[in-house]
């Protein structure tokens, strides 16, 4: 972080700026463990993130940690340490007070019995029954003061469990705010008014913080949400896009969202039409397709079946799904059979019976298992034209497993749905036919139009896997027949519509999350909990292609595709800019510099963004005629080498 006073509008009368060179808070204190414990939270919200919503970068900063790190450089560090500290836990609602009017969760009833049980007899006569082991049956108002008096004595972290975020609500109540304002000298009723108040009493304006690695975005929106003028830079067109977006969508107010929503849900059912028209994604008995799940097969080279590969064979552990070899002696090869409701011997036979073990082929005749580097020797390098294997490749993919959706009135007259898990039948691979038809009547068309990647994967240091692995050299590769059509299709119709700014990079950033769950590398989750494919980044890289993995269809792409954008007050009568730029060249003032430089030895985002960029790279130079639509990784700061090391320090 660095504090800066090189606006020309700065320069006052100092005794019109009192904190002008006043010490900050954060210079002599700071919260660590509470605001850790805030920024934790923050995270294990996942998507309920404020801004994850938009789509995936990697290492954002939790929002609460932003507010902190602004606060505590605005406020000013007096002779009274202990009433400084009291005023920004106000201004954070991390006080008593404000955890109350955060609390939004019940304390269930257990945990209740358990704290009164410990506490005087006249407070356990008030609350519990005559046996002393159970909680009375208590008036409304019994309850309120029951939950207060156990969340009053709970620890800062066993509070967190049932309160909001602090950014959820609105902020400090009327008497923290008198508190707080008779502290500072301010006559502020709102965190953006105090936060003008005290730029102007700092600074001599409302202070301009800015950040030269926006990343995605967290320091400019909620720089601009708590009041500041905000501006954000990077050097990679992704980020920048989800920082525009962050700070116009997100932070555009209702009208806005409500534009996009409207945007995308159009793209979304003109999509859907379309493939129902082709009636690709439904069988003969009606019902849609909600998963398909492929498998990798590869021919032994011992006894030149081909086998199908997956660690396991478990496809469900809530549904009690598994898939079970069969061999076909006539034919040399292994059906696939598909068993719902298995018994607990065949989950654990299937869990077992998997043909990839230790990154070793294990053939199920029991032959010796053989080393899948050995077998990807001689892989062949796919050609930009390829869309799916050759014959003579070493590696080729099968569809094994459909999971419908069978819609039906029951007998109340309601609409119910219920899954089903099948091996795919003639007229599903010939549907699959079909899918690959269309693709290739599109496919150039739409290389040119940009609606499909047409680009390669440039080497790398965290990038090569897809290509070492399977012999995939352009980003088109990484999607198979069925996904390159929707994901197509999702940007054909974008394109045909004539939307603002706003709406257009609101579709654009859903089709950018749609990628991210329908790739060749989503794998399939078997998890009794949520049996789903998994998006392509769920960890910070690029990883090897599974052996099985799923695609989406329409149907199971609309939470993916529909941006999750929360209501937030919109930013009013502030200054948000943000620039495509190398670091070295911003010229902008700010009196605040909150920023983070990328995690190049960890994580590498110039090229991981690649992903994103081979699907908006024509979207963005005509949405932003200033920008480019690269990835410029000959200018990223790298961890690869000795000068990271000694000159990044």
Same mark, same amino acid.
């Given at each position: 972080?660095?504090?800066?006073?090189?606006?020309?509008?700065?320069?006052?009368?100092?005794?019109?700026?009192?904190?002008?060179?006043?010490?900050?808070?954060?210079?002599?204190?700071?919260?660590? &463990?509470?605001?850790?414990?805030?920024?934790?939270?923050?995270?294990?919200?996942?998507?309920?993130?404020?801004?994850?919503?938009?789509?995936?970068?990697?290492? !954002?900063?939790?929002?609460?940690?932003?507010?902190?790190?602004?606060?505590?450089?605005?406020?000013?560090?007096?002779?009274?340490?202990?009433?400084?500290?009291?005023?920004?836990?106000?201004?954070?609602?991390?006080?008593?007070?404000?955890?109350?009017?955060?609390?939004?969760?019940?304390?269930?009833?257990?945990?209740?019995?358990?704290?009164?049980?410990?506490?005087?007899?006249?407070?356990?006569?008030?609350?519990?029954?005559?046996?002393?082991?159970?909680?009375?049956?208590?008036?409304?108002?019994?309850?309120?003061?029951?939950?207060?008096?156990?969340?009053?004595?709970?620890?800062?972290?066993?509070?967190?469990?049932?309160?909001?975020?602090?950014?959820?609500?609105?902020?400090?109540?009327?008497?923290?705010?008198?508190?707080?304002?008779?502290?500072?000298?301010?006559?502020?009723?709102?965190?953006?008014?105090?936060?003008?108040?005290?730029?102007?009493?700092?600074?001599?304006?409302?202070?301009?913080?800015?950040?030269?690695?926006?990343?995605?975005?967290?320091?400019?929106?909620?720089?601009?949400?708590?009041?500041?003028?905000?501006?954000?830079?990077?050097?990679?067109?992704?980020?920048?896009?989800?920082?525009?977006?962050?700070?116009?969508?997100?932070?555009?107010?209702?009208?806005?969202?409500?534009?996009?929503?409207?945007?995308?849900?159009?793209?979304?059912?003109?999509?859907?039409?379309?493939?129902?028209?082709?009636?690709?994604?439904?069988?003969?008995?009606?019902?849609?397709?909600?998963?398909?799940?492929?498998?990798?097969?590869?021919?032994?080279?011992?006894?030149?079946?081909?086998?199908?590969? &997956?660690?396991?064979?478990?496809?469900?552990?809530?549904?009690?799904?598994?898939?079970?070899?069969?061999?076909?002696?006539?034919?040399?090869?292994?059906?696939?059979?598909?068993?719902?409701? &298995?018994?607990?011997?065949?989950?654990?036979?299937?869990?077992?019976?998997?043909?990839?073990?230790?990154?070793?082929?294990?053939?199920?005749?029991?032959?010796?298992?053989?080393?899948?580097?050995?077998? !990807?020797?001689?892989?062949?390098?796919?050609?930009?034209?390829?869309?799916?294997?050759?014959?003579?490749?070493?590696?080729?993919?099968?569809?094994?497993?459909?999971?419908?959706?069978?819609?039906?009135?029951?007998?109340?007259?309601?609409?119910?749905?219920?899954?089903?898990?099948?091996?795919?039948?003639?007229?599903?691979?010939?549907?699959?036919? !079909?899918?690959?038809?269309?693709?290739?009547?599109?496919?150039?068309?739409?290389?040119?139009?940009?609606?499909?990647?047409?680009?390669?994967?440039?080497?790398?240091?965290?990038?090569?896997?897809?290509?070492?692995? !399977?012999?995939?050299?352009?980003?088109?590769?990484?999607?198979?027949?069925?996904?390159?059509?929707?994901?197509?299709?999702?940007?054909?119709?974008?394109?045909?519509?004539?939307?603002?700014?706003?709406?257009?990079?609101?579709?654009?950033?859903?089709?950018?999350?749609?990628?991210?769950?329908?790739?060749?590398?989503?794998?399939?989750?078997?998890?009794?909990?949520?049996?789903?494919?998994?998006?392509?980044?769920?960890?910070?890289?690029?990883?090897?292609?599974?052996?099985?993995?799923?695609?989406?269809?329409?149907?199971?792409?609309?939470?993916?595709?529909?941006?999750?954008?929360?209501?937030?007050?919109?930013?009013?009568?502030?200054?948000?800019?943000?620039?495509?730029?190398?670091?070295?060249?911003?010229?902008?003032?700010?009196?605040?510099?909150?920023?983070?430089?990328?995690?190049?030895?960890?994580?590498?985002?110039?090229?991981?963004?690649?992903?994103?960029?081979?699907?908006?790279?024509?979207?963005?130079?005509?949405?932003?005629?200033?920008?480019?639509?690269?990835?410029?990784?000959?200018?990223?700061?790298?961890?690869?080498?000795?000068?990271?090391?000694?000159?990044?320090?």
């Amino acid at each position: 972080m660095k504090m800066t006073n090189s606006r020309p509008d700065a320069v006052m009368n100092p005794a019109e700026r009192p904190l002008a060179g006043a010490p900050c808070f954060i210079e002599t204190q700071f919260p660590v &463990a509470k605001i850790s414990m805030e920024s934790y939270k923050e995270r294990k919200a996942g998507n309920r993130q404020t801004l994850t919503g938009l789509g995936k970068w990697w290492g !954002r900063k939790p929002l609460v940690l932003v507010r902190a790190a602004i606060l505590g450089l605005l406020l000013p560090s007096t002779d009274d340490p202990i009433k400084d500290c009291e005023i920004f836990l106000k201004l954070m609602t991390m006080d008593s007070d404000g955890l109350r009017r955060r609390k939004s969760k019940s304390i269930p009833g257990a945990r209740l019995l358990a704290e009164v049980q410990t506490l005087s007899r006249n407070i356990q006569r008030q609350f519990l029954d005559e046996s002393g082991t159970a909680i009375r049956r208590l008036n409304r108002d019994e309850r309120g003061q029951l939950q207060d008096l156990v969340f009053s004595r709970m620890s800062y972290v066993e509070k967190l469990q049932y309160s909001d975020r602090p950014e959820q609500i609105d902020g400090p109540s009327q008497q923290a705010w008198r508190e707080i304002n008779a502290h500072l000298g301010t006559s502020a009723l709102s965190l953006p008014e105090l936060v003008e108040q005290l730029g102007i009493m700092r600074f001599g304006h409302r202070p301009r913080v800015g950040d030269a690695f926006c990343g995605g975005g967290s320091v400019p929106f909620e720089a601009a949400r708590i009041g500041c003028d905000a501006y954000g830079s990077d050097l990679n067109p992704v980020a920048a896009l989800l920082t525009w977006a962050a700070l116009n969508i997100v932070g555009g107010g209702e009208e806005v969202i409500q534009a996009v929503q409207e945007a995308q849900q159009e793209v979304y059912e003109a999509v859907d039409r379309q493939i129902i028209e082709w009636g690709i994604e439904h069988n003969e008995l009606g019902w849609r397709a909600d998963a398909y799940l492929y498998c990798v097969e590869v021919t032994d080279p011992e006894t030149g079946w081909p086998v199908p590969l &997956a660690p396991s064979w478990v496809i469900g552990e809530g549904s009690k799904t598994v898939a079970k070899l069969i061999p076909d002696e006539n034919n040399k090869c292994y059906e696939i059979e598909i068993i719902e409701n &298995a018994s607990l011997v065949e989950m654990k036979l299937a869990k077992e019976s998997g043909t990839v073990k230790d990154f070793r082929l294990v053939s199920p005749n029991g032959n010796t298992s053989i080393p899948i580097e050995v077998l !990807r020797q001689n892989i062949r390098t796919w050609e930009k034209e390829d869309i799916a294997s050759q014959p003579q490749d070493i590696f080729h993919e099968r569809l094994y497993c459909i999971r419908w959706v069978e819609s039906y009135i029951d007998e109340n007259g309601r609409l119910q749905s219920q899954r089903h898990y099948r091996a795919p039948t003639d007229n599903d691979l010939q549907r699959e036919e !079909r899918v690959l038809e269309l693709l290739q009547e599109r496919f150039k068309d739409w290389q040119e139009r940009g609606y499909i990647p047409n680009s390669r994967i440039e080497p790398g240091q965290d990038i090569n896997r897809p290509t070492n692995a !399977r012999g995939w050299t352009h980003w088109h590769h990484l999607f198979n027949a069925r996904q390159l059509l929707i994901n197509g299709l999702s940007m054909h119709f974008y394109d045909q519509l004539n939307l603002d700014r706003y709406s257009s990079v609101g579709v654009l950033l859903g089709i950018g999350r749609q990628v991210d769950w329908n790739s060749r590398l989503s794998r399939w989750n078997s998890n009794a909990a949520n049996e789903k494919g998994e998006q392509t980044f769920y960890k910070p890289s690029l990883g090897t292609p599974s052996m099985n993995y799923s695609c989406r269809p329409q149907t199971a792409l609309r939470t993916a595709f529909l941006l999750n954008l929360p209501t937030v007050k919109r930013f009013t009568a502030l200054s948000t800019d943000v620039e495509l730029l190398d670091t070295r060249t911003v010229s902008q003032c700010s009196d605040v510099w909150v920023t983070d430089p990328p995690y190049a030895d960890a994580v590498y985002y110039h090229e991981l963004s690649e992903f994103f960029l081979a699907w908006y790279q024509t979207s963005i130079s005509e949405l932003f005629p200033t920008w480019y639509a690269d990835s410029k990784r000959a200018m990223a700061i790298k961890g690869t080498d000795e000068s990271f090391r000694s000159d990044h320090i």
